[in-house]
Structure formats: C-alpha cells, structure tokens
C-alpha cells in the first residue's frame, strides 16, 4: 500500500482552510458545529491531535491563523503543560483549547491574564455556588484543587502568541477539581470567549483585583528544586509575582508554582 506522507505544517494548513478533520456527522463534531459563537471568533474543533497550542503555532506561522482563532480539541496526545509538563485529560471530557493573540500586546502577561480572567468568569458563571480562585500566575482552584491552567506560547516566527487553556470539565485527576457533569465543554468555551469580550482595556487592575494570591502567605517551588517563603504583597508591570520575604526584603519572581499556604480570603 503507497500512502502519502503530508508534514505537520501542511496537514494544519489543509485543516484551517478547509475545516477539515472536523468530527463526523454523528459524532461529537455535532455539538461543536451547532454552537452560536461570539462575533469576531474563528473557532475550530477537532478531534483529536497531539497539542492545540502547537497547532495553532504552526497555523499562525503558516498565516493560516490571525488573531481570534481559535483551537478547541476533545483529545490531546501531548498535552502540554508549563515547564515541560504534561497536560492529561481523557477524550471529550474537559475544555481544551488555545486562543490567538496577535500583535503580541506591549506587555505579553497581560495576554494570559485576560484568558484566565475570562476562565474565571466562565467558570463562575457556570458553578455559582463554587468558590473559584484565581491562584499567580494563571490557575483556576475550587477549594485547593486547580481547576484549570494556561500556557502560553510565543512564536518565535511572527508576533503572535497562543494561550493555551486547559478546564477540567468532566473528569479531573486526583487532589483536582472539576466543574462537574451536565456541563458541555463547547458551552464553557462558549461563555470564555463572552468573558473574554467583557473584559476592560487595562487589564491589571481587574487582574489582580482577581487574584487570591494576594494576601496570601505563599510558598514558591521554583525551578532547579529551590524554594522561597514569603507573602505575596503585588503584581508588576511585567507580571512577577512580587513576595515580601521574611527579612523585610522584597522579590519578584516570574516562574514557578505557588502554594497557599493559608486558605483563599476571597
Ligand atoms: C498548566 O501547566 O496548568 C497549563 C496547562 C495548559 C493546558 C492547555 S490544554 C490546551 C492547550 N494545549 C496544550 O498542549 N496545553 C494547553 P502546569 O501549571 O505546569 O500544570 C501541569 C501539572 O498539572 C502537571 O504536571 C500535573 O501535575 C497537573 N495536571 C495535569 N493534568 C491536569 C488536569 N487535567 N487537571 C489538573 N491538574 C493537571
């Protein structure tokens, strides 16, 4: 049998000129289709594929994409996660999706702020008697479990970036939460993209308005297996993560994953 190898770059392409890949009459692909998107998205659905911000890198890069696309899959091979991790959810249970942004805006954090901000909103609006946080940089909890995370991606090719989300909608590993069954995830994607398009020009203020961390005595597990203790008193204009040590001194730190030490007042 002679079959016809087609590089992931041009696979992308015939699948955002197309529509392509989309799921099959019958299947899944139903529920996606007949969802009434906000003005202004270009959203597509497929599947299965190994990550969605990946693809719609590639997508972007290829000028298949612009600002406003969007990338929703019910599967992911290669889910990806920050720092190399991985991103897990069985087929068609959770919301997985990336969203483009383009130009990059003048301060890139404020672009996954947004995403998480409208994570927020949706997930608030769907589970109102959950008590969501917003937990630095990009975490959604309900009572200590993380609910959602962001990754972001820029493109070293075109000045664009891609926000990654990924909500457990469905299903949720253990110590993880979920917003629970009879949710669909096209209609959480949905109300992201309504919050997304209420959200105010500056972004800051509501940002960390949002943010549970603030307040908050924190551990930070920093990158090489370091650690640092301190209570997060702000956010900078470039989005780190600005603690205030035990000897008085102050940090700002830019990666890492933060523990709340002392449960959110918010
Ligand atoms: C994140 O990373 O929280 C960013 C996750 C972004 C995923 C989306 S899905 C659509 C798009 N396409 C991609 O390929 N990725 C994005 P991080 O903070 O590093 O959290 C990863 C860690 O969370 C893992 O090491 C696990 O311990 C845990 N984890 C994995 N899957 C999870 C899930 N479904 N719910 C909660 N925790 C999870």
């Known amino acids: ?14 699948f955002w000129s197309t529509g392509a890949n989309v799921g099959p009459v019958g299947s899944r692909g139903d529920i996606w289709e007949a969802v ?7 959203v597509r659905h497929v599947t299965e594929t190994g990550s969605t911000n990946s693809d719609l890198l590639t997508a972007l890069e ?41 130009p990059v805006p003048p301060v890139a954090a404020d672009a996954t702020h947004r995403v998480a901000l409208a994570a927020l909103g949706a997930a608030r609006s769907v589970r109102v008697e ?42 949720s590993p253990d110590g993880a939460a979920r917003l ?26 509501s940002y960390r308005a949002a943010l549970a961390t603030l307040g908050q005595r924190v551990r930070i597990e920093l990158p090489g297996d ?4 301190g209570t997060a008193h702000d956010v900078d204009t ?18 890492g994953d933060v523990v709340h030490l002392r449960p959110a007042a918010r």
């Open 130 to 171: 959950a008590d969501v946080a917003l937990k630095w940089p990009n975490d959604l909890l309900v009572g200590g479990g993380k609910l959602a995370g962001v990754l972001a991606q820029r493109s070293p090719v075109t000045d664009a970036l891609v926000v990654g989300l990924g909500l457990n909608v469905g299903w």
């Open 36 to 42: 009434s998107w906000p003005a202004g998205w270009d």
């Open 1 to 14: 049998m002679t079959r016809t190898a087609i590089s992931p770059r041009l696979a992308i392409r015939i």
């Open 180 to 205: 629970g069954d009879g949710v669909q995830p096209a209609e959480v994607l949905r109300r992201v993209l309504l919050e997304f398009d209420r959200l105010p020009r500056e972004i800051g203020p």
């Open 238 to 255: 470039v989005g780190r993560l600005v603690l205030t040590l035990d000897d008085g001194s102050t940090a700002a730190y830019d990666v």
């Open 226 to 229: 370091r650690m640092v203790v």
């Open 62 to 102: 290829a000028g298949e994409a612009g600002d406003r696309s969007v990338l929703v899959a019910d599967h992911q091979t290669a889910g990806r996660g920050r720092l190399d991790r991985r991103w897990d959810a069985p087929s068609g249970t959770n919301l997985l999706v990336s969203i483009a942004i383009a």
